[in-house]
T-cell receptor, first 114, second 114 residues
Framework: AQSVSQHNHHVILSEAASLELGCNYS??????LFWYVQYPGQHLQLLLK??????LVKGIKGFEAEFIKSKFSFNLRKPSVQWSDTAEYFC????????????FGGGTRLMVKP | DSGVTQTPKHLITATGQRVTLRCSPR?????VYWYQQSLDQGLQFLIQ???????AKGNILERFSAQQFPDLHSELNLSSLELGDSALYFC?????????????FGPGTRLTVT
C-alpha cells in the first residue's frame, strides 16, 4: 500500500522568507507525485506534478519540488513567500501498480505574516 | 473556478438519515472521483467512476455508494449516517481514466451529522 507523510502540520513564515515543506512517501515502485494547494475558501488546485525525467519540477506561482528517489521524498520549495501563499498544501502520490488510487498526505497549513 | 460543481454546499442532517451529494464534472471530463476530508482522517479517496463505470475503490464504507449517470454527473449516497461521517466531501474530475492526470476539484459539500 502507498502512503504519504507530511512532517509539518503548521508553518508560520514572514513574507520574503524561504519555504520548504517536507513530503515523504512509502511505495516501492514507480510513482507519480503531486502537490496540491487549497487557498482559504477555495477548491484544491494543482501546483505541480512529477511523472518522470528531471527530478526538479517547476510549478505555478514560483513553486518547485525536487524528487529524491533514494529518500522517497518530494519536498516543496519557494525561495520567497508572499502573504498570498497562505493556504493548505497537500502532497499526493500514485503508485504505478497501486490501482488508480491517489493518496494524499495530511496537509500542511502555511500562514505567511505580512 | 475549476469547472466542477457540487451541490449542496452545506448539509445538516441527523444520525440514521440518508443523503445524496451531487457532482457535475468539467465539460468533457469522463472521470469523477470522490474524496472525504475530515480532521482526523485527512483527505481520503473514496471511489472513482469513469464513463459510467466504477474504476477504483478506496476507503469507502459499505453504507456509502456512488454512481455516474449517462450525462456524466455523479451522486454519492450516504446512508445510516453516523456522527463520524461529518466531513467535507469533495468531488474531482479528470479527462482520462487514470489518476495520473491532474484532477480538478469542486468546492466541496460540508456534511454535518447531528
Amino acid at each position: 500500500a502507498q502512503s504519504v507523510s507530511q512532517h509539518n502540520h503548521h508553518v508560520i513564515l514572514s513574507e520574503a522568507a524561504s519555504l520548504e515543506l517536507g513530503c515523504n512517501y512509502s511505495y516501492g515502485g514507480t510513482v507519480n507525485l503531486f502537490w496540491y494547494v487549497q487557498y482559504p475558501g477555495q477548491h484544491l488546485q494543482l501546483l505541480l506534478k512529477y511523472f518522470s525525467g528531471d527530478p526538479l519540477v517547476k510549478g505555478i506561482k514560483g513553486f518547485e519540488a525536487e524528487f529524491i528517489k533514494s529518500k522517497f521524498s518530494f519536498n516543496l520549495r519557494k525561495p520567497s513567500v508572499q502573504w498570498s501563499d497562505t493556504a493548505e498544501y497537500f502532497c499526493a502520490v500514485k503508485g504505478q501498480n497501486a490501482g488508480n488510487m491517489l493518496t494524499f498526505g495530511g496537509g500542511t497549513r502555511l500562514m505567511v505574516k505580512p | 473556478d475549476s469547472g466542477v460543481t457540487q451541490t449542496p454546499k452545506h448539509l445538516i442532517t441527523a444520525t440514521g438519515q440518508r443523503v445524496t451529494l451531487r457532482c457535475s464534472p468539467r465539460s468533457g471530463d469522463l472521470s469523477v472521483y470522490w474524496y472525504q476530508q475530515s480532521l482526523d482522517q485527512g483527505l481520503q479517496f473514496l471511489i472513482q467512476y469513469y464513463n459510467g463505470e466504477e474504476r477504483a475503490k478506496g476507503n469507502i464504507l459499505e453504507r456509502f455508494s456512488a454512481q455516474q449517470f449517462p450525462d456524466l454527473h455523479s451522486e454519492l449516497n450516504l446512508s445510516s449516517l453516523e456522527l463520524g461521517d461529518s466531513a467535507l466531501y469533495f468531488c474531482a474530475s479528470s479527462p482520462q481514466g487514470t489518476s495520473s492526470y491532474e484532477q480538478y476539484f469542486g468546492p466541496g459539500t460540508r456534511l454535518t451529522v447531528t
